[in-house]
C-alpha cells in the first residue's frame, strides 16, 4: 500500500511539472488588470501577486510603492537599494512618510537621494529623530543632518543654468509636512538654506512646527514668490512681526492661514524665546494687520494661536508692555474672509477683527480657551450676555448679516473637581448667551475639549484630542464617563470672575 501511495505521488508531481499553468487573470488586457490591482487595498496582497510573474509584478509595482513609510535608516536603504535594482519604481512613489524613530539610526543621505529620485512625489511629511524628546541633538550633527535634509529642496528651485530642469527633484510636491527640531533645542530657525521650501513650484499645502520665524526672514524672503502655495500651517512658532511679513510676502494668493504662535512647548520646555517674537497682537495689532493684509484680496480661512492660550503659561508668557493703542476695523478689507479662529484669550485681535466695520462676508466665528467666557478690560457691551461672549464682546462691535455660526470649544476648567458634567450654573450661562445671539441670527454651539497628556504638535501615531458637541440649540445627551453634578461651588467662583464687571477683570484675566 505504501509502495503504491508514493508511486501515485510520483505520477502526480510529474503530471504537475508538465502541465501549462492556467491564470485567468492574465487573459485580460493590462489596463483591466491594472484597475483591478488598483482596488486592492493590502500591502502583503500586493506583494504576493508581485511574485507570481513579470508580467504582473510590471503592473503591480506602482501601487506597490506609490504609499511608503520609512522609519529607520535599515528601511530606507532598503527602498534605495529596490529602486537601484529597478529605477523605475522611484517613478512610482506619491506618497512618502518618515517619521523618523528616536531610538533607531536613520541614514540622511539615503533620505536625500530617495527625494532626489522620486520625481513623482506629492505628499512628503518628515519628523526629524529627536523633535518629540527632551534629548536633542548636538549643533554638529544636527548642522549635518539639516543639510543633506534641506539640499533636495534647495536643488528644486535652483536656477536652471545651476542644475538643468530635468534634474530638479520635487517639482510635483503639493503638500509638505515637516516637524522638525533645532539644535540642542525643540526650535529651528527659518533661514535662507531652508525658505526654499516655500517655494517648492507645486506645493499648495505647507505645515511647519517649532520654528523661529525671526527678523531676518524680511530680508531673505525679498524678490521671492510662490504661486501655487494656497494653505501654511505654523505650529508652536515663535514668530516676529517682521518675520510674518516677509512669510507672508512669498505666496501670490494664499486662501488658508494658521497662524500658530509657541503655547505648548513653552511650558514643556521652558526654552528662552526671542525677544522680539509672539504676542503679535497684544504687542502691536497694527504690524500683524499690515503683515496680513497682504493677503487680504485672497484669504478666507483664519486661524490664530496666541502663546496664552492656557492660563498656566502665562507665568512663562512674555508679555511686554503691551500696545496702548489697539486698532478697530482692522479686517474690513478682507472681502474673501469667511471662517476666523481664535485660540486663546486676545483681546486686540477679536477688537481689530469685529469693532466699527468687521469682514463683510464672515460666516463661522470659532473661539477656543479653558474659559471662553469673560468681560475683557474695555468692552462697551452694555448687554450682560453679550459683554462676555467672544468677538461679541469686543467694543461697539460690528456682526455683519452673513455671520451664521459661533463655535465655543471650551476644556476641563468648566467641570468639578470630581469630573462630572457642566455644573448647572454652567449651563445657565451658555442657553443665556444663546438666547442673546438668536436675535441676532448666530447659530451658537458648545463644544467640549477633554485633557490629554498629549500636545501640539501632534506627531506620527500620537492621537488627537476629539472636542465634543455639548450644546447645539440644546443640552445634548451627557458625555460618556460623566454623571450630572449639582455641585457648582467652584464653577460659581469662577464664573463670578469671568463675567463679573470689567473692573474686576485684567486683560490677562488676573
Known amino acids: 500500500m505504501r509502495l503504491k501511495f508514493r508511486i501515485m505521488q510520483a505520477v502526480d508531481k510529474f503530471t504537475a511539472r508538465n502541465t501549462q499553468f492556467q491564470f485567468p487573470l492574465l487573459d485580460l488586457p493590462n489596463e483591466l488588470i491594472a484597475h483591478i490591482i488598483e482596488e486592492v487595498d493590502n500591502i502583503r496582497a500586493l506583494r504576493r501577486l508581485a511574485r507570481?510573474?513579470?508580467?504582473?509584478?510590471?503592473?503591480?509595482?506602482?501601487?506597490?510603492?506609490?504609499?511608503?513609510?520609512?522609519?529607520?535608516?535599515?528601511?530606507?536603504?532598503?527602498?534605495?537599494?529596490?529602486?537601484?535594482?529597478?529605477?523605475?519604481?522611484?517613478?512610482?512613489?506619491?506618497?512618502?512618510?518618515?517619521?523618523?524613530?528616536?531610538?533607531?539610526?536613520?541614514?540622511?543621505?539615503?533620505?536625500?537621494?530617495?527625494?532626489?529620485?522620486?520625481?513623482?512625489?506629492?505628499?512628503?511629511?518628515?519628523?526629524?529623530?529627536?523633535?518629540?524628546?527632551?534629548?536633542?541633538?548636538?549643533?554638529?550633527?544636527?548642522?549635518?543632518?539639516?543639510?543633506?535634509?534641506?539640499?533636495?529642496?534647495?536643488?528644486?528651485?535652483?536656477?536652471?543654468?545651476?542644475?538643468?530642469?530635468?534634474?530638479?527633484?520635487?517639482?510635483?510636491?503639493?503638500?509638505?509636512?515637516?516637524?522638525?527640531?533645532?539644535?540642542?533645542?525643540?526650535?529651528?530657525?527659518?533661514?535662507?538654506?531652508?525658505?526654499?521650501?516655500?517655494?517648492?513650484?507645486?506645493?499648495?499645502?505647507?505645515?511647519?512646527?517649532?520654528?523661529?520665524?525671526?527678523?531676518?526672514?524680511?530680508?531673505?524672503?525679498?524678490?521671492?514668490?510662490?504661486?501655487?502655495?494656497?494653505?501654511?500651517?505654523?505650529?508652536?512658532?515663535?514668530?516676529?512681526?517682521?518675520?510674518?511679513?516677509?512669510?507672508?510676502?512669498?505666496?501670490?494668493?494664499?486662501?488658508?492661514?494658521?497662524?500658530?504662535?509657541?503655547?505648548?512647548?513653552?511650558?514643556?520646555?521652558?526654552?528662552?524665546?526671542?525677544?522680539?517674537?509672539?504676542?503679535?497682537?497684544?504687542?502691536?495689532?497694527?504690524?500683524?494687520?499690515?503683515?496680513?493684509?497682504?493677503?487680504?484680496?485672497?484669504?478666507?480661512?483664519?486661524?490664530?494661536?496666541?502663546?496664552?492660550?492656557?492660563?498656566?503659561?502665562?507665568?512663562?508668557?512674555?508679555?511686554?508692555?503691551?500696545?496702548?493703542?489697539?486698532?478697530?476695523?482692522?479686517?474690513?478689507?478682507?472681502?474673501?474672509?469667511?471662517?476666523?479662529?481664535?485660540?486663546?484669550?486676545?483681546?486686540?485681535?477679536?477688537r481689530a477683527l469685529m469693532t466699527s466695520c468687521s469682514p463683510p462676508n464672515l460666516e463661522t466665528l470659532e473661539f477656543k480657551a479653558l474659559t471662553p467666557f469673560r468681560r475683557e478690560l474695555g468692552s462697551t457691551a452694555e448687554d450682560h450676555a453679550i459683554g462676555i461672549i467672544p468677538f461679541l464682546r469686543a467694543p461697539s462691535a460690528s456682526v455683519p448679516a452673513t455671520l451664521k455660526n459661533l463655535d465655543i470649544s471650551f476644556g476641563s476648567t468648566a467641570y468639578d473637581a470630581d469630573g462630572n458634567i457642566l455644573p448647572n450654573q454652567t449651563k445657565n450661562l451658555i442657553e443665556v448667551t444663546s438666547k442673546a445671539t438668536r436675535p441676532m441670527g448666530v447659530h451658537l454651539r458648545f463644544f467640549f475639549k477633554p485633557r490629554s497628556h498629549y500636545f501640539p504638535p501632534y506627531l506620527w501615531g500620537e492621537p488627537t484630542p476629539v472636542e465634543t458637541l455639548v450644546y447645539d440649540g440644546g443640552f445634548v445627551a451627557e458625555l460618556p464617563g460623566y454623571r450630572t453634578s449639582n455641585a457648582d461651588s467652584e464653577s460659581d467662583s469662577e464664573w463670578e470672575s469671568e463675567s463679573g464687571s470689567s473692573t474686576s477683570s485684567s486683560e490677562d484675566g488676573t
Open 52 to 350: 507570481t510573474c513579470r508580467r504582473i509584478q510590471h503592473l503591480a509595482e506602482p501601487a506597490l510603492y506609490r504609499s511608503i513609510l520609512v522609519r529607520t535608516g535599515p528601511e530606507t536603504n532598503d527602498i534605495r537599494l529596490a529602486i537601484d535594482s529597478r529605477p523605475e519604481r522611484a517613478a512610482g512613489i506619491h506618497y512618502l512618510e518618515i517619521p523618523c524613530h528616536a531610538r533607531y539610526h536613520q541614514d540622511f543621505p539615503a533620505i536625500a537621494d530617495l527625494l532626489d529620485r522620486a520625481r513623482n512625489l506629492k505628499e512628503l511629511m518628515f519628523e526629524s529623530p529627536q523633535c518629540n524628546t527632551s534629548e536633542f541633538e548636538d549643533a554638529e550633527t544636527w548642522r549635518a543632518m539639516a543639510s543633506q535634509l534641506f539640499e533636495p529642496f534647495q536643488n528644486a528651485v535652483a536656477l536652471e543654468s545651476e542644475l538643468d530642469l530635468s534634474r530638479k527633484p520635487l517639482q510635483k510636491l503639493r503638500k509638505l509636512t515637516l516637524h522638525c527640531n533645532g539644535p540642542d533645542s525643540p526650535y529651528w530657525t527659518l533661514n535662507s538654506r531652508s525658505l526654499p521650501i516655500f517655494l517648492l513650484p507645486n506645493l499648495q499645502y505647507l505645515k511647519v512646527s517649532c520654528v523661529n520665524i525671526l527678523d531676518n526672514v524680511l530680508e531673505d524672503a525679498k524678490d521671492k514668490s510662490s504661486k501655487t502655495l494656497k494653505h501654511i500651517d505654523l505650529e508652536e512658532c515663535n514668530i516676529s512681526h517682521r518675520g510674518l511679513h516677509g512669510l507672508l510676502s512669498i505666496p501670490e494668493g494664499l486662501e488658508v492661514l494658521d497662524l500658530g504662535e509657541n503655547c505648548h512647548n513653552i511650558l514643556q520646555f521652558a526654552d528662552d524665546i526671542d525677544a522680539s517674537s509672539n504676542h503679535l497682537f497684544t504687542v502691536n495689532p497694527q504690524l500683524t494687520v499690515d503683515a496680513l493684509k497682504q493677503q487680504s484680496r485672497t484669504l478666507t480661512t483664519l486661524t490664530y494661536t496666541t502663546t496664552e492660550t492656557y492660563f498656566q503659561h502665562r507665568h512663562l508668557a512674555r508679555i511686554r508692555d503691551a500696545c496702548s493703542t489697539p486698532i478697530d476695523a482692522g479686517f474690513t478689507d478682507f472681502h474673501k474672509l469667511t471662517k476666523v479662529s481664535l485660540i486663546g484669550h486676545c483681546p486686540n485681535f477679536e
